[in-house]
């Protein structure tokens, strides 16, 4: 046997899943194939068939799908421009203030 690649991605990964299974591979044969390939952690064998169910859904692609729900940062290029903005017009007097301020915002 090989020694397994030492750099993937997960994207590569999902790939290979998604050519075997179209060519009639199954589940656990892929997942040996995974693992012999790219090494015994690189996906586990829930993941193997959730993305073997997926593709016989008829996905295509290999991307994680956007989460539901509030996102976890604000970060963005408006949101970074107010706070520049906020500075720089010395609406904060302190840096006590600004935090209490984005503490606030941050539970709004």
Known sequence: ???????????????????LFWK???P??????IAET????????????QWCTWFGEGRTSLGD???SGRPKTSTNEENTTRVDECFCSGIFTSIT???QLFAW???H
């Open 1 to 19: 046997m090989a020694t397994p690649i030492k750099e993937w991605s997960k994207l590569e990964v999902r790939g290979v899943v998604r050519f």
């Open 105 to 107: 915002l941050q539970k």
């Open 28 to 33: 656990s044969e892929i997942l040996k194939q």
């Open 97 to 99: 203030k600004a935090c």
């Open 65 to 67: 799908e956007p989460k």
């Open 38 to 49: 790219y090494g015994e952690g690189a996906m586990s064998r829930s993941r193997v068939y």
């Open 24 to 26: 009639g591979t199954k």
